[in-house]
Each structure stands twice: as structure tokens, then as C-alpha cells.
């Protein structure tokens, strides 16, 4: 079976606000966060699609406890159309799985280059929101997804680690791609209060030591902050959707707030 020819949407075709969830270090809860941040996107009335846009170390279908017989490399080797590729996840959104463990799909090759935008090209006029959720790090693959992406949100926690990976991250965003704004959600917060604190303290280091090309200090736009809660772990053991598992727990609510956010700023 081979793959439909892919052409780019015309000029009127309204396409989807891409937004790419990235973090400078993994186990951070990003790909958790993107497939929450879809469903409480969803349920304020958009048609939202994630795509694993991990494309070596996918991990997306265990966090949606879904087990697919056909993913993105299938459609990039032409075993199997985009259609049937795009499946239906808990939560009411559209999921773009990619496999795990495939060499061939860690580094940037010119085919995975054009294959990934064609498909990126081709779905976007048919959601309201795109979510490309990317790897962790500053590995090419993760930089050319994020440079399809309208806007970047970077994740990250408390952690010194975490902190100083976010600030590598946004400095090469910045030096590379021009990024003059990025969002910023910190996870796992102990305390009200403290993502905006950590969020300023990295706008602060930002604004000394980072630059795009035409002179400007990139801007962290604070989302918001999501609490270390008990309910995720427990949401993360049963491969289920914490919006769904536990709708009304602090996490939850710092998802759905993040998601209001976001919506209000389209």
C-alpha cells in the first residue's frame, strides 16, 4: 500500500494552532501533561490532535493504555495510510502514535524531515488544535518538530536539574529558531505559588544571558503550575487520563486552568 501524494493546505484553509510540548530533561511528566492538556482542551469544545512527535523513544500510547496496530512509521514506510493511523484516545481527542525502539527515527534524516511536515501539513486543517508532544532534550528531531510549532511550551519542575535543562532549552530555541516568547508550566509545585516564582527567576537569568539573533531576551509567558498530587501517580498506574480518573483533584484543576489559558490567548 502506498502512501497518498501529501500537498499543503490552500492559503484559505484556516489550520490548526500547533502548539509543541517540550522539556529540556525527561521525567518530568510531559507527555502526561500533553495528553491531559488534550483532553481538558477537548472538553472546552475544540477538536484536538496529539502527535507523538517522539519519534525513537515513543511513549504516548502507554500513558492512553492504547495498543496500536498501526502508527506513524507505518504510514512512513507506506504500510499504511495517514487515515487509518489517526485513532480515537480516552479523553475525546485524535492521537498520532509512533513506535518505540526504532533507531532510524532518532535522528534527522531528510526523509524523516519532509515526512514529518507533510503529515503535519496534511492534518492540520482538519483540528482546531495540533499538539506536537516532542522529546525531551535539544536533539535534532526535537528541534525541527518544534520549529513546525506555532507556539512552544516547555515543562518542567521544581528540580535544579530541570531548571537549568529548561533554561539550555529555551537559550537554544531562542539562538536557533528566533523564539522572542515561549509559554512555561511547572509541574509538580509543593506550594502555591512557586511555578510563577520559578518562572520569574528564570525570566530574570533569561533576560542577562539570552539573545535571539536580532537582539531581543526571549519572554516566558507563565501558563500556570500544576501541584504534586497523589491522584497522578495513581492516574499514571492505571494508564488512564487523570482528568478522567480523578476530574476534581488539585492536578486536574491546574490542567483545566492551564487549558483555559491557552484558549483564551487563541
Known sequence: MTEPELSPAPPSVRLARTLAVTSGKGGVGKTFFS????????????????????????????????YPKITLH??????????EAILPAPGGFSVLLAGSGLVEYSRLTPEVREQLLDIITTVSP????????????????????LSLAHEVIVVATPEPTSMTDA??????????QGREQLHMVVNQVSR???GRVICQQLQQVIERFVLT??????????????????????????????????????????????????????
Open 192 to 194: 502555591t505559588g512557586e
Open 126 to 145: 482538519r483540528f482546531d488544535v495540533l499538539l506536537l508532544d516532542t522529546g525531551a532534550g535539544i536533539s535534532d528531531v526535537v528541534l525541527f518538530a
Open 35 to 66: 495528553a491531559n492538556l488534550a483532553a481538558a482542551l477537548s472538553r472546552q469544545g475544540l477538536k484536538v490532535l496529539v502527535l507523538d512527535a517522539d519519534l525513537g523513544l515513543a511513549n504516548l500510547d502507554v500513558v492512553l493504555n492504547l
Open 74 to 83: 507505518d504510514v512512513f514506510t507506506g504500510k499504511a495510510l495517514l487515515e
Open 167 to 176: 533554561y539550555a532549552t529555551v537559550k537554544v530555541l531562542a539562538s536557533q
Open 213 to 266: 539573533p536580532s537582539g531581543v531576551a526571549p519572554k516566558l509567558n507563565f501558563l500556570g503550575d500544576i501541584p504534586l498530587d497523589p491522584s497522578v501517580r495513581a492516574a499514571v498506574q492505571r494508564r488512564s487520563l487523570l482528568l478522567e480518573l480523578h476530574p476534581g483533584c488539585p492536578a486536574s484543576q491546574g490542567v483545566v486552568q492551564i487549558a483555559t489559558r491557552l484558549n483564551s490567548r487563541n
